[in-house]
């Protein structure tokens, strides 16, 4: 004697399969979503290594353009890093040597996981425009004129001071004069 199955539970078991694909429907509609998304996030660090390397050498390019023009003026300029990403960040710092004694100011890049380069000056009053921006949105030309902006900073600062010192020294010889 066979049991048959009533058409009551034949409707709820036809449910239950269909909730069962569409589960695995769902299932399979995440893992998709979750590999792009890995996909994505792969081709962006790689985007995000080539551009960090092509900075690099723009910036190499820019300062080997710019010292035979500097150099002979007492200003050289200098870049240390590399165009590799370590862990998390990228760093390249360029370095501005001039004037006696040998005063040097900098301006680090600093690359953030999320793409965003950070500039961190040393030495230098009255910092360039622009604190941050994103690597991708750069390219040679804006590297360049990040570079010759550093510069311009470090050659007014250096001006500043001198006409302090001519100030100072304007004074003092009106000092001795009056005496």
């Known amino acids: 004697m066979g049991l048959r199955m009533k058409d009551a539970d034949k409707d709820r078991l036809a449910s239950l399969v269909r909730r ?8 399979q509609k995440l893992k998709e979503e979750k590999e792009s998304a890995e996909a994505r996030e792969r081709q962006r660090r790689e985007d995000m290594l080539k551009g960090w390397a092509d900075a690099f050498q723009w910036v190499s390019n820019t300062v080997h353009e710019l010292n035979p023009l500097l150099s002979p003026r007492g200003l050289t300029l200098a870049v240390e890093g590399s165009g590799n990403i370590s862990g998390a960040v990228g760093r390249m710092t360029i370095i501005v040597a001039s004037g ?17 380069v950070q500039l961190v000056y040393t030495g230098v009053a009255g910092r360039p425009v622009g604190a941050s921006f994103e690597l991708e949105k750069f390219d040679r030309d804006a590297f360049t004129d990040l570079i010759i902006r550093f510069v311009e900073a470090v050659i007014a600062e250096r001006e500043q001071t001198l006409l302090r010192r001519q100030a100072e020294q304007s004074e003092n010889a009106m000092d001795k004069d009056a005496s």
């Open 20 to 27: 069962i694909e569409a589960a695995d429907k769902l299932d």
């Open 100 to 116: 006696t004694p040998l005063a040097h100011r900098s301006m680090a890049l600093n690359l953030a996981q999320t793409g965003t």
